[in-house]
């Protein structure tokens, strides 16, 4: 007998169909065999006093309930220069959002909300960009040109962002390629999002107006690992000038993936680099499982453009019992309505990313477009608690459905079904044609979600409140003489250092190079032992202690400063640092009482060392002269440390062990 179809087994076969292969198993074969394509938009705030077209101060955050007021707005498209609509400005007037902005009179001015033409742009944030212009060695403009670029989704209270590009065509060095860099903007960052639930949508302004900057590359990284790469490279390249802000938010990047015969898809604003190669991966395979549905489709309907979906309006009194979700759904009011698919039987479960279908798909663009607030939609192909309970063959007679077609079981406002009915028209034709443009927002599990549609060109037009600004030569060349290392020579002068590769990452994320080149230059002390100090023994302190608020690198100069002059052994730093880390108000002196220590010469720490000896022969240890030397370093390690360096000490011991070796080893 022919074992039944269920959507679980179509999910696991059309998983198998395309090749889809976990990240941690894919080889670089796997991303060729898919045409694997990517690029990179990393934006970084920049550290100046101010934001970037008007005086009020930079970098400071507010708790959701310290504002002074709300404003509340309605966005609305307008026509490009060439007379035409972007379609991402279309798709969110459909949302019809209500946008809430909480300001703070401390952060935000009349011209955070579109009641003031911009201020002169602020001169100490486009020095910083052109000084990172110049590192990633792009061709830095003549002249400086503001224009606007269309956000409806209402991160920006005046529906556009001011940018301007600064440099075009610049490289960045890997480890084993160079990688073409498109251009840089400087741009006022958006408003920080509190929430955004049916039709309403709610921003902080604190952050709005920060100075930012955009680094664009090519799409020339191939596979995950050379986009984190890439975004590592230009992070640690925005770090290495000590004027960007670090932390969460800071620092974003926007992921762009594509696979043979798919379309560029944007991964919005991914805050931590360690989640690029899972995101990609996944985006890559979505995109190529979305061109399997297309070849499926367009096998089962020859002329795409004669598909058409049916629906009809069902009444709650169709079923015999109501799930949870249809009950609510009920009493709520809802409008329901029964969606037939036809020649869709077997994609709605087609694999799309780990844990999602193409059932998903339809879903999330009805959240984002339709503003409905999940659970909202049941379907024939559903994997988790099949059907709900629901008789889709049932259901499905009543759209005269075919054997091959797949139903939808929609419910919602009256006001909003419209809506989602042609989103999900438009979704199902789209699947005919392969992968939409689109924006997709990140998820920590390494898959994604609709967000929005792509931007087009028809979003940007000059902006008329701002005049060019000229960048004499002059000033270009007085930019240049402070710029800092550049990244990758920073990587050989580290490996010639000889710090070991595993601290290379702390050591550039916090632009600890200079620290270190600058403490070894002064106070005579090995780069190396410098390098491992910060990349091992810093790292490990900051993973299991809480930083103090006060701390800065310049304490830990303090500290060896400290040591050296009282001629004490700088190994003792390891023990001070967990204490001046969290407490760095502290005297060095005070952090030596703290840990019991004390000063002792090197004959009081050698006195016992006979005495000692005579006690390993007693305990009956292996009679080995090493064996005895370990031991004997042992008992005299926590009293050595700081006073003398410890191989220094072993040869001491060595010398009295040697003396004694032969009496000892015939005891």
């Known amino acids: 007998m022919k074992k039944s179809w269920t959507p679980k087994d179509n999910y696991e076969k059309t998983r198998k169909e395309i090749g889809y292969v976990d990240r941690k198993n894919a080889t670089e074969k796997d991303y060729q065999r898919i045409g694997f394509m990517s690029g990179l938009e990393v934006h970084q705030q920049l550290k100046t006093k101010k934001k970037l077209f008007c005086n009020c101060p930079a970098g400071i955050y507010h708790k959701n309930h310290e504002h002074d007021a709300e404003l509340i707005r309605h966005m609305r498209p307008t026509l490009s220069e060439l007379g035409e ?126 100075p930012l900057i955009e680094t664009v590359t090519y ?21 290495s000038t000590g004027k960007v802000r ?133 379907h024939s192909e559903e994997i988790i608690n099949e059907y709900h309970n629901i008789d889709f063959g049932y259901l499905g007679s009543l759209l005269n459905a075919g054997e091959e077609d797949a139903q939808l079981l929609i419910w919602g406002p009256e006001s909003d079904i419209p809506t989602a009915l042609d989103t999900i028209e438009e979704r199902c034709r789209m699947a005919f044609a392969g992968v939409p443009n689109e924006t997709r927002k990140s998820l920590p599990n390494g898959t994604t979600i609709f967000e929005r549609v792509l931007p087009g060109a028809d979003r940007m037009y000059p902006d008329t409140d701002s005049a060019p600004i000229p960048l004499a030569d002059e000033y270009i060349k007085e930019l240049e003489k402070n710029l800092p290392q550049v990244v990758s020579e920073r990587y050989h002068q580290m490996r010639d250092w000889g710090i070991p590769e595993d601290a290379f990452i702390f050591i ?31 790292k490990n302190t900051e993973g299991k202690y809480k930083k103090h608020p006060d701390f800065r690198y310049e304490k830990i100069r303090g500290m060896f400063r400290f040591l050296i002059k009282e001629k004490l052994d700088i190994s003792l730093a390891y023990k001070m640092l967990p204490i001046i ?87």
């Open 219 to 239: 799409p020339e990284l191939y596979t995950p690992d050379e986009l984190m790469e890439a975004a590592q490279y230009i992070r640690f390249l925005n770090r």
């Open 246 to 378: 670090t932390g969460i938010g800071a620092g974003r990047e926007d992921v762009n993936v594509s696979c043979a015969g798919g379309t560029r898809v944007e991964i919005k604003g991914v805050a931590h680099n360690t989640w690029i190669p899972e995101l990609s991966h996944n985006e890559a395979f979505r995109q190529w499982a979305l061109l399997n549905v297309r070849k499926i489709l367009n096998s089962r309907v020859p002329v795409a453009a004669e598909w058409k979906m049916s629906s009809m309006q069902l009444s709650y009194d169709k079923f015999e019992t109501l799930n949870i979700e249809l009950k609510s759904s009920r009493d709520r009011g809802f409008k329901m309505l029964l969606i037939n698919l036809p020649k869709f039987k077997g994609i709605l479960s087609h694999f799309t990313q780990p844990g999602r279908c193409f059932a998903h798909e339809i879903e999330e663009r009805i959240k984002v477009i339709a503003c409905i607030i999940p659970p909202f939609m049941h």
């Open 85 to 210: 609509y972007d379609g991402t400005a279309l798709m969110e007037f459909k949302t019809k959002k209500e946008i809430v902005y909480r300001i703070n009179n401390h952060t935000a001015c009349t011209y955070e909300v579109d009641d003031t033409p911009p201020f002169p742009v602020n001169r100490e944030a486009l020095g910083i960009a052109l000084e990172i212009t110049m590192l990633s060695k792009l061709s830095v403009v003549g002249e400086v040109h503001i224009t606007r670029k269309q956000y409806l989704d209402g991160s920006i209270p005046t529906g556009f962002q001011r940018t301007a590009i600064l440099g075009v065509e610049g490289e960045i060095e890997l480890k084993n390629k160079k990688v073409k860099l498109i251009q840089l903007s400087i741009e006022e960052d958006s408003c920080r999002e509190i929430s955004d639930i049916g039709h309403r949508r709610v921003y902080k302004t604190d952050r709005l107006g920060m």
């Open 581 to 667: 880390y969290q407490h760095p108000s502290f005297e060095f002196n005070s952090v030596l009482t703290t840990l019991k220590f004390k000063r002792r010469t090197k004959e009081e720490l050698l006195a016992p060392v006979e005495f000692l000896l005579e006690k390993f022969k007693e305990l009956r240890h292996s009679k080995t002269k090493e064996a005895a030397v370990n031991w004997l370093m042992g008992q005299l390690h926590r009293q050595s440390t700081g006073n003398i360096p410890l191989p220094e000490l072993r040869q001491e011991v060595e010398k009295i062990v040697d003396k004694h070796y032969s009496s000892f080893e015939n005891h």
């Open 508 to 538: 550039l994320r916090n632009n600890l190079v200079t620290v270190i080149e600058s403490i070894s230059t002064e106070l005579n002390i090995s780069p190396a032992f410098l390098g491992k100090f910060f990349g091992h023994h810093l």
